[in-house]
């Protein structure tokens, strides 16, 4: 999900600028940029590692490691309201004064503050871990000259948005929290079968992809349809992998989801040197992500069929 997330923050914010009247090339940047704050949220994972080594030097019973990681996961980093908070934290810092940098200390000191009240120790070093990773993207933004008021924007768009992206692949983010509040209780299911379901979260994710390719695209005045080559056409074969792989599901996912995805190296095509011709970044990209459509799509009909 990591790629749907960057690249639906990337699409809303760059076709949003162009609405606004901004330049293509401005939109653009801005909409790499709420990309950039939609990956943010998920760095919350760097307690996986560190909470499996203490576990192992430490013997922690596991089912505490899992409540724990529950907590963790999806719960402040996927929060709206710290979303918002640290979207004004890091645009405070990226004001390049002295007292915007106090302001937005204070602001993520806070937010920190917060999460360690609420949850914990545990919880406030992961919250610490999201907050940096906010205002690294936010300096990096401010040392190449984006003013703060678009830091805050884009780190909006990016940082609220994600949440509601990891609505039908497992448990429903804590989007209050640290209120004990429920927006959401259950996964969004998609089809009662579990494979289906799958498929269709899977499809979402693509359709994500095509949505931000579509964006950068049009902004360069560059057909699609011309940039697919016919060799995408190869990912159909993918429906026999009905007949090799066990029916995949949300929590069994792995074997489908990396097999599908290594379709996309159809986008490379096969090289000729040395007469071969430049490569078409975008048109490999697209013929690539193609690939894996089909595949999809094509494994779906199998499923049906057989």
């Given at each position: 999900?990591?790629?749907?997330?960057?690249?639906?923050?990337?699409?809303?914010?760059?076709?949003?600028?162009?609405?606004?009247?901004v330049c293509r090339d401005r939109a653009l940047r801005f909409g790499a940029l709420a990309a950039l704050f939609a990956l943010v949220p998920d760095v919350d994972i760097v307690y996986a590692p560190v909470g499996l080594a203490?576990?192992?030097?430490?013997?922690?019973?596991?089912?505490?490691?899992?409540?724990?990681?529950?907590?963790?996961?999806?719960?402040?980093?996927?929060?709206?309201?710290?979303?918002?908070?640290?979207?004004?934290?890091?645009?405070?810092?990226?004001?390049?004064?002295?007292?915007?940098?106090?302001?937005?200390?204070?602001?993520?000191?806070?937010?920190?503050?917060?999460?360690?009240?609420?949850?914990?120790?545990?919880?406030?070093?992961?919250?610490?871990?999201?907050?940096?990773?906010?205002?690294?993207?936010?300096?990096?933004?401010?040392?190449?000259?984006?003013?703060?008021?678009?830091?805050?924007?884009?780190?909006?768009?990016?940082?609220?948005?994600?949440?509601?992206?990891?609505?039908?692949?497992?448990?429903?983010?804590?989007?209050?929290?640290?209120?004990?509040?429920?927006?959401?209780?259950?996964?969004?299911?998609?089809?009662?079968?579990?494979?289906?379901?799958?498929?269709?979260?899977?499809?979402?994710?693509?359709?994500?992809?095509?949505?931000?390719?579509?964006?950068?695209?049009?902004?360069?005045?560059?057909?699609?349809?011309?940039?697919?080559?016919?060799?995408?056409?190869?990912?159909?074969?993918?429906?026999?992998?009905?007949?090799?792989?066990?029916?995949?599901?949300?929590?069994?996912?792995?074997?489908?989801?990396?097999?599908?995805?290594?379709?996309?190296?159809?986008?490379?095509?096969?090289?000729?040197?040395?007469?071969?011709?430049?490569?078409?970044?975008?048109?490999?990209?697209?013929?690539?992500?193609?690939?894996?459509?089909?595949?999809?799509?094509?494994?779906?009909?199998?499923?049906?069929?057989?």
């Amino acid at each position: 999900m990591f790629v749907g997330h960057s690249l639906a923050a990337f699409a809303v914010g760059a076709l949003a600028a162009r609405r606004l009247g901004v330049c293509r090339d401005r939109a653009l940047r801005f909409g790499a940029l709420a990309a950039l704050f939609a990956l943010v949220p998920d760095v919350d994972i760097v307690y996986a590692p560190v909470g499996l080594a203490l576990q192992s030097v430490q013997t922690v019973d596991p089912d505490a490691f899992w409540n724990t990681a529950n907590v963790v996961h999806r719960g402040p980093t996927h929060s709206l309201l710290f979303g918002g908070v640290l979207a004004v934290g890091v645009a405070f810092l990226a004001t390049g004064r002295r007292i915007g940098h106090v302001a937005g200390a204070g602001v993520i000191a806070g937010l920190i503050a917060v999460a360690g009240v609420a949850g914990g120790g545990v919880v406030a070093g992961v919250t610490a871990v999201y907050a940096v990773a906010g205002a690294a993207v936010a300096t990096g933004a401010r040392r190449r000259g984006v003013p703060a008021r678009w830091v805050l924007a884009a780190a909006s768009i990016g940082l609220l948005s994600h949440p509601f992206g990891d609505l039908v692949t497992g448990t429903p983010p804590l989007f209050l929290y640290p209120f004990d509040a429920t927006l959401v209780s259950h996964r969004i299911t998609l089809h009662p079968d579990p494979t289906l379901h799958l498929l269709a979260a899977f499809l979402i994710e693509i359709g994500t992809v095509w949505l931000g390719i579509r964006t950068y695209a049009r902004s360069h005045g560059v057909s699609i349809r011309q940039l697919i080559r016919l060799r995408a056409g190869l990912g159909t074969g993918y429906a026999g992998a009905v007949f090799v792989i066990p029916p995949p599901t949300i929590h069994d996912a792995s074997v489908f989801v990396f097999s599908v995805l290594a379709l996309s190296v159809i986008g490379t095509g096969i090289p000729s040197y040395p007469f071969a011709k430049p490569v078409d970044t975008l048109g490999t990209i697209v013929t690539g992500t193609a690939a894996v459509t089909v595949g999809a799509v094509g494994y779906g009909v199998a499923y049906l069929l057989f």
